[in-house]
């Protein structure tokens, strides 16, 4: 099969290669995927993971990637809940071979069915910005309705998904971003926006969730704002700042089939809509990522034509 790996940590992106290698085989409650469509996180090539396993050994050359849509066609021994032939999209193991191949082995329990009227690129697209959004709103920030919440980087991949579920569940949400970033995350269903690099981000005044893909002084300053009880969520590693009377929590988004589910359906009833930025080949992908013209939001990788 075609794949894209990686070899060597300090080329980053300059060390991708497009090559040939053997199809996986599925283990003991695997499945097999033949994928039609990847998501690509650029920061994936900074992650541990994505050089050793989970004994601290040397794994390259690995291949990155762990979002997905498509199809399966094997099931490992004892796999239940999923059929050969089914359509299926999901997040692949952090530890092991992922997604930019034609095919991947993935345990069946981090896979949810994709229903035929969403394509295999929107499927691509939700994984790890869905779950992400959707663990932390509602499992470590706990949002209630008539909260407030400050969602940085509202027009990305990430926080064009935390607007949009955090406005469902009754919060008011206040994006931040770029200039030009303005209309699209007040688009997505954000009520304010401040801009970081023009606008004074301590006038948003008093908040009771931050989310934060950032960090550094923007963390920092962030916390400042979060009322008393409130909580500072960040998925970019151990907090640099808490707030005085809250709770601060980093997560690492986590493989969640019922929660993919909630999430597919709301993008097929109109009340999600999905953040891609550009799509491009699997021949073409190594180009893409490198390229400086990537639009924001999400990268999908069409594996099938």
Not at 36 to 48: D, K, N, Y
Not at 217 to 224: D, F, G, L
Not at 262 to 271: F, S
Request: proline letters at 4%; charged letters at 20%.
């Amino acid at each position: 099969m075609k794949a894209i790996v990686v070899t060597d940590e300090a080329a980053g992106m300059a060390g991708m290669k497009l090559v040939e290698r053997p199809e996986p085989q599925a283990a003991i409650n695997d499945v097999v995927i033949q994928i039609q469509a990847s998501g690509f996180v650029g920061t994936e090539l900074a992650w541990p993971s994505t050089w050793t396993d989970r004994q601290d050994r040397d794994r390259t050359p690995s291949i990155p990637g762990h979002e997905l849509a498509g199809v399966v066609t094997a099931l490992g021994y004892g796999t239940t809940g999923l059929s050969v032939g089914q359509r299926v999209f999901g997040l692949a193991d952090w530890h092991r071979d992922g997604t930019l191949a034609e095919y991947v082995a993935m345990e069946a329990r981090n896979l949810a069915p994709l229903p035929g009227d969403v394509d295999f690129t929107v499927g691509a697209s939700l994984p790890i910005s869905g779950l992400t959004a959707w663990q932390g709103l509602f499992q470590h920030g706990r949002l209630q309705a008539g909260q407030s919440i400050l969602v940085h980087g509202a027009a990305g991949a990430v926080g064009s998904m935390v607007t949009q579920l955090a406005r469902e569940a009754g919060g008011y949400v206040i994006g931040t971003g770029r200039a030009a970033d303005r209309q699209k995350a007040l688009d997505f269903g954000a009520r304010e926006f401040v801009d970081l690099d023009n606008d004074t981000l301590e006038d948003v005044g008093g908040v009771d969730l931050v989310f934060d893909v950032i960090g550094g002084n923007i963390q920092k300053r962030s916390v400042a704002l979060i009322r008393a009880g409130g909580t500072l969520v960040t998925v970019v590693g151990p907090p640099e700042a808490r707030p005085a009377e809250g709770a601060a929590i980093d997560f690492v988004v986590e493989a969640d089939r019922p929660q993919l589910v909630e999430i597919v359906q709301r993008v097929r009833d109109g009340r999600l809509r999905t953040n891609i930025g550009t799509v491009a080949t699997l021949g073409d992908a190594v180009a893409t990522f490198s390229s400086r013209e990537r639009r924001s939001g999400k990268t999908i990788i069409r594996v099938q034509p």
